[in-house]
């Protein structure tokens, strides 16, 4: 970006003292030098482009994305214009509207394909809030992230952006990302049971680290609501 000290130089032509023409020459300098700052300032937004987040939710979900941050900012899930840095700060506010104590957030960042992108498969990212919980004999590893109470709210902070940006790099997404999903995709209570794709589920207790659906009779969870 140019400056008013660096970015132009005023030519003063000294043909005879406070002429017509020398002031004539300098103002045309000066003209000419505004009009390339004022050209330089609009090509530094030239990354600047059309970005999206959309969030289509469940309706059972037992947390809600109340607020979306791109560098401090809240953005809408509309389309706005944004930098190809603009995930590097991303952050979303989730409350607990469950009724029940939180343990473990994982919401999925999915990236969907350019129009043009036929036969590649859609890449997708984590974050993630809390403590996983262990299986038995698993070494206890403290977490500064302390469960979430009903009515509560967190912050959620995209950590890793140059290793999600790697990632969608190996998997042949391009430099600049225009669209996301927000998904969430999986919260678990203090009482081991498990929230996922809309269905309540509980542990195995022949398989500690599997999960067993809660039948829909107890659960009676609706299908995904299209209509947000």
């Known amino acids: 970006m140019l400056s008013l000290g660096s970015g132009f130089q005023t030519r003063t032509i000294a043909l005879l003292p406070f002429s017509s023409r020398t002031v004539l020459v300098t ?23 059309e970005r999206t987040i959309k969030r289509p939710p469940w309706r059972n979900e037992p947390i809600r994305i109340e607020k979306i941050k791109l560098r401090g900012m809240p953005v809408s899930d509309q389309k706005f214009l944004e930098d190809d840095d ?28 350019p129009q043009d992108s036929l036969g590649e498969r ?29 009515n509560d709210s967190v912050s959620i902070t995209l950590s890793d952006y140059e290793g999600m940006m790697e990632f969608l790099k190996q ?16 919260v678990i209570f203090n009482d081991d049971t498990k929230w996922s794709g809309g269905r309540l589920y509980r ?9 067993i659906p809660i039948p829909k009779q107890q659960n009676k969870v609706p299908d995904r609501d299209h209509s947000i």
């Open 171 to 186: 998997t042949n997404y391009g430099a600049s990302i225009r669209d996301l999903e927000l998904e969430i995709s999986m």
């Open 203 to 211: 542990r195995d207790p022949n398989n500690p680290d599997g999960w």
């Open 86 to 113: 603009w995930l590097k700060s991303l952050t979303l506010s989730v409350k607990n509207t469950s009724g029940r104590i939180i343990k473990y957030i994982e919401i999925d960042l999915i990236f969907p394909r």
């Open 122 to 150: 859609i890449s997708r990212d984590h974050l993630m809030y809390g403590q996983y919980p262990l299986l038995p004999g698993e070494a206890v590893s403290p977490s500064s992230e302390a469960p979430v109470m009903p």
């Open 27 to 49: 103002l045309f300098m000066v003209v000419i030098g505004v009009f390339g700052l004022s050209l330089a300032q609009s090509g530094s937004t030239g990354q600047k482009r």
